[in-house]
């Protein structure tokens, strides 16, 4: 079996990060260890959580890690307390990413055209120096416009993301899966480009947005790689159970996503 190491905050009430990332990713049959940045009594979308940040433990964590040698096909990285943990991913990256490792980044950051609340204007440049360490980038169209320094839209369409992505290349990074495509009003999707192949993906897109489908996006993508899909599928696939998954949430979206009900499905898909 193999086995992965994500960084990224535990979320304790509102489903998003951690609490999203383990379930899926041991659902696709992939052993998931973790490196918790830090731990809030919620998301940032709640009013004044309150936040421990573990920045002074990451050293030590990885220096008793460096001891068993543990060998990771992938690692993956989310949101970020601060730039200074980004220093950090990229010492994991140096200290435990192998020639065959994945890694992949999500700058997870900001949404809806701005930073999520909490984090500082440095979080974007320190994330694009980790963003140039990862084989593949997850970024959401307000992440691309930040890293890129072009001007956010909501309703990108696929010469936008076009255009985005070629300025990402430009700034260093390799091969990037843009979220939030909107082909046509009422589709949503992604675009993938990896500086000489693109390839776009559309579907329908449900009339509401769900806190932490980002992570579960790039959960999906991670597993599926990890299972010898291609980017292009990985992609796809985590669009549909995204999708699937705000269908099946109640009203109150907060506290999270109900993908539960769809882990059945998701890994008949593999
Ligand atoms: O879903 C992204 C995310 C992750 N972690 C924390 C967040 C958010 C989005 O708001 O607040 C703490």
């Not at 579960?216 to 796809?236: I, N, S």
Request: hydrophobic content about 40%; overall charge negative; aromatic content about 6%.
């Amino acid at each position: 079996m193999k086995q992965i190491l994500t960084m990224q905050d535990l979320s304790c009430l509102g489903k998003c990060s951690l609490t999203v990332i383990l379930p899926v990713i041991s659902a696709m049959g992939i052993s998931c260890s973790v490196l918790p940045t830090a731990v809030l009594s919620t998301h940032t979308g709640f009013p004044n959580p309150h936040v421990t940040d573990l920045s002074r433990e990451i050293p030590q964590m990885i220096r008793h890690w460096q001891t068993l040698e543990p060998d990771f096909s992938g690692i993956m990285t989310g949101y970020l307390a601060n730039p200074q943990q980004a220093a950090l991913a990229e010492t994991l990256i140096d200290t435990f990413g192998g020639e065959n490792c994945l890694i992949l980044c999500d700058p997870a950051m900001a949404d809806h055209g701005r930073l999520y609340s909490g984090l500082c204007e440095e979080m974007v440049d320190a994330m694009l120096r980790l963003c140039r360490r990862a084989d593949l980038c997850l970024p959401n169209l307000t992440e691309a416009a930040l890293l890129s320094d072009a001007a956010y839209r909501c309703d990108g369409d696929e010469g936008y993301c076009r255009e985005l992505t070629q300025e990402l290349h430009r700034k260093g990074l390799k091969s990037i899966l843009l979220t939030g495509m909107e082909q046509t009003p009422g589709q949503t999707g992604f675009f993938w480009s990896d500086g000489q192949n693109t390839y776009a993906y559309s579907t329908e897109k449900l009339p509401r947005s769900c806190h932490g489908t980002g992570d579960l996006f790039a959960a999906v993508v991670m597993g599926a790689k990890m299972r010898g899909m291609d980017t292009g599928k990985a992609g796809a696939l985590a669009a549909e159970f995204v999708k699937r998954s705000i269908a099946g949430t109640g009203k109150d979206s907060r506290f999270g996503v109900a993908f539960e009900p769809e882990l059945k499905w998701l890994t008949q898909q593999l």
